[in-house]
């Protein structure tokens, strides 16, 4: 809001709560000029909605913090719902190289969807068009199980998973598919084998109890 669109939402605040507007013009004048410091960035028009709600569900006077506030939860759901995907292709009066032009139509985009003036892009936009079966095959990817590149480089970290790997690689049974017979060890299906130690503790094995490996083999069979 502009500094000369506070006094007439004053105005219009006071019908709805007369404590809002003092008598003495100095001290409305102060008031305007502290509302317009807290209103600079919200719409006039979303401002007088914004008061109207606030006496629909609460007798308290109205504070302009109380409309800022409900204006920058407005703008984060828009953005937080608009992925910002700026397509240069949709704008043919831009000169490629003109960086600054691109900034400026970029701003603008973000400025129209904070306004209400265009609606969010949503995140389906990202794939769509030639390259969505790649973007949905690496987001499976992704989000169902660790992708060999990775799980290699972390081979050295996890010791455990990496002989599992290892052996179904070279077709050998792997042994921490099934629960460990042994009494002492307690190992769970996929954790490798233990042995007890001082104070409780259990110290893990680097290979599997030679029991486990033969159920294992069993079972597979």
Partial sequence: MTPDQIPQL???VSYADPRVLPEDPKEIAGLAGLWAVVLADVPAEFAVQAVGAHYAKSPYPIKPSDI?????????DRMSRHTGTFEPTAHPELDPDDE????????????AVVM???????LAAITSGPAAEEVERRLKELGTYMP???RDALAPYRPAAAARVTAIREGRTDALAIAC????????????????GKGGRRHRLTNPHPSRIDAATGAAA
């Fill in 10 to 12: 004053l105005k219009q």
């Fill in 68 to 76: 800022s506030t409900r204006w920058q939860a407005l703008v984060h």
């Fill in 100 to 111: 600054a032009g691109f900034r400026q139509a970029l701003a603008a985009e973000r400025r």
């Fill in 116 to 122: 209400g003036h265009q609606p969010p892009t949503p």
């Fill in 148 to 150: 060999p590149s990775v």
């Fill in 181 to 196: 017979p042994v009494g002492t060890c307690r190992a769970t299906e996929k954790q490798p084998c233990t042995r007890p």
